[in-house]
């Protein structure tokens, strides 16, 4: 992947960048989308107490690549 280093002076024409958006040309046809690079909010204590108690059956990294390869 190419890299851009943003000066100050370029960040100036750029919206928010915590938030996503779309570069379009001169007729309004998006060329390209920003998403930052995150992985989402983040979660609350009361989220992360629920997921850490919850009884649902989980999958290693190793059991959904084996459940792929059988699709």
Same mark, same amino acid.
């Given at each position: 992947m190419d890299k851009i280093t943003l000066n100050m002076n370029l960040r100036g024409y750029l919206p928010d960048l915590s938030k996503p958006f779309a570069h379009?040309? !001169?007729a309004g046809y998006i060329v390209d989308r920003y998403i930052p690079a995150t992985l989402g909010p983040p979660l609350s204590r @009361? !989220?992360?107490e629920r997921r850490k108690h919850h009884? @649902?059956?989980t999958l290693t990294t190793a059991e959904v690549l084996v459940h792929l390869e059988k699709l």
């Open positions: 379009c040309d !001169e @009361e !989220e992360i009884k @649902e059956k």
